[in-house]
């Protein structure tokens, strides 16, 4: 994300590795179905191979899908970005954010991880939210920030103004 004069950046991270573990669960239980399945059905060698391919194939998507994301809260703008062959962008501007809600499920409570979903003015079916990160209260207390700063350079701005 390219910043703007005076733009600072007040957050910057990645989903939490322990909010892809979710992910890293469930496809443990479909590998163990398949290798099961599999080596009752066909032979041990067939169902070993593939528990292995399928593990092998969740840890790289779970891993590109962590790192492929990246999550911006600057003073001037919230901004999510996925992707790496073909990128997603979502920006919308820190003065347009009016509510910012936390969701956590019992087992994002045991991981200490969440979701932060962001209602943002004049849109209704946007979905804005940062998903498995690390210390979601931390997330909207630097939205907090973001909008007091914004607040007092667009105040500054006013001031200055010649009448």
Do not use: C
Request: no cysteine; hydrophobic share 50%; net charge neutral.
């Amino acid at each position: 994300m390219d910043l703007h004069p005076g733009e600072e950046i007040v957050f910057e991270g990645h989903p939490s590795w322990r909010g892809v573990l979710s992910f890293y669960l469930k496809g443990l239980a479909i590998a163990l179905a398949i290798g099961a399945i599999l080596l009752f059905a066909v032979s041990t060698g067939i169902g070993i191979l593939a528990f292995a391919i399928v593990m092998a194939l969740v840890i790289v998507v779970g891993l590109v899908m962590r790192t492929a994301t990246r999550y911006v809260i600057s003073t001037e703008r919230l901004n999510i970005r996925r992707g790496i062959l073909s990128k997603h962008v979502q920006q919308t501007n820190i003065n347009r954010v009016q509510n910012v809600n936390t969701q956590q499920t019992f087992l994002d409570r045991l991981l200490r991880v969440g979701a932060v979903d962001f209602d943002t003015a004049g849109t209704d079916d946007s979905d804005f939210t940062f998903r498995g990160v690390a210390n979601p209260a931390g997330i909207v207390a630097a939205v907090d920030r973001a909008q007091r700063i914004e607040r007092t350079v667009a105040a500054e701005r006013t001031d200055q103004q010649p009448l």
